[in-house]
């Protein structure tokens, strides 16, 4: 009897042992049928591990692509640097070099910019509302300008004296009408026209242009929207040899081909946050690699053939200038985004030179082109080397502006200008609405 009810306590026990592993067994299955779950959803959205584009935790930043706008922001510095050797000030030859440098820069540094613009603008929808938006893009973009009217000399190549006084300066001195000059900050005035226009064509009209920052990039959107768009622009952007762009010089001056030429990138920029397939294709070696090196070609080939002409840039026949003009639209865009496609891939990691170049960067933008100057063409006076100019005047370009940032704007309520208020050291205690707003 006793025997029996061992074996049968045996049995029980067995058969609980067998009962909870297959209760484990159903967990582990549920786990696997998870992961399986996400990985495929990943993979759908294009966000799988071959993405490579990195995300900081809650925040969605992507560092390749705040690499790749502080980048475009300090070649700007660079290109006006270069700009001296174009039409040297000195009376000496135009340096080839410096020209191709700075065609090749000039061919995808503002349509990179505009597309960077328009991708920011539709991660920036996920954190706050399209008036919360605009209102923090007027504050951050107008305000430079009163910075470059009051405390900035303008800039004047043909002159005896090539710095004039600001505007309010020379208004309170000499009572001169402000000019409300542009100067190297007119593609911030620009950003203000397309965030006012979409914030009153969303509130108006929105269920008819929803699309517009709604629906994804892809290739033959691309190829067969908006590249036949661009290059029917083109002409009105860069009407001088496909190569130099028509832009506004003053507050209220609008040149409606530059200013529809770049939209086209701003909004290109909004569906392409929509596209992580599309960013994941850019990412590839064999896009990238091909894609620098035939459309960097490109532009150079282009100065060859305006310089050889009768008359510099002079592309009279209509089937020159839509070669042209197609041939230089096709560079702009297939660099803008190959450039893109390579910070996505190399530059995945968040650190401490990232965060210094893009905490940096509008600052020393906006304060640059007097330092540029100034040092570049006293340099180039004194008889120095046309590269040694070059170097050093964009090193005085940014060490300068830096010095005003430690100076005056780190620890001020002006850097709620350049870095928004969460990223500033100067806080108030009711922050909530700066923190909407800034």
Known sequence: MRSVEARLGKKIRAARTMKDKLSELKDRIAKVQTIQRSANEMLESGNGPNSQIKETVGSERFSGLDFLRAFALLMGVLLHALSMYLEPADGSEPKPIAGILFVWIHTWRMPLFMLLAGFFTALSFKKRTLWEYTLNRWIRLSVPFLILWIAIPAVDETADTIFLLPDLVSLLMHHEAPKLRLDHLWFLYYLLIYYSLFAITNMC?????????????????????????????????????????????????????????????????????????????????????????????????????GIMKDEAFSFDSSTEMWVVNGLATCST??????????????????????????????????????FVYSVGGYLMFAGLDATQVVMVSAMAGIIGPTIIYYLFIKRTPLNWIFNGYKHSQFKLKNEATLKRFL
């Not at 599309?278 to 620098?292: A, E, G, H, N, W």
């Open 205 to 305: 009209f929105g269920s008819y242009v929803g699309w517009l920052h709604l629906s994804k990039l892809t290739f033959s959107k691309l190829l067969l929207l908006w590249l036949p768009l661009l290059i029917l622009l083109a002409p009105h952007y860069k009407p001088t040899g496909g190569i130099f762009a028509e832009i506004p010089t003053q507050f209220g001056d609008i040149h409606a081909g530059s200013l529809l030429f770049l939209s086209i990138f701003f909004i290109m920029g909004m569906q392409l946050m929509n596209s992580q397939k599309f960013l994941s294709t850019l990412q590839l070696r064999k896009f990238i690699i091909p894609v620098l090196i035939l459309f960097s070609f490109v532009p150079i080939a282009l100065i060859g053939w």
């Open 333 to 370: 865009v297939f660099l803008v985004l190959a450039l893109i496609g390579s910070a996505n891939r190399w530059f995945t990691a968040n650190g401490p030179i990232l965060s210094w170049l893009i905490r940096l960067s509008y600052p020393i933008y906006v304060f640059h082109l007097v």
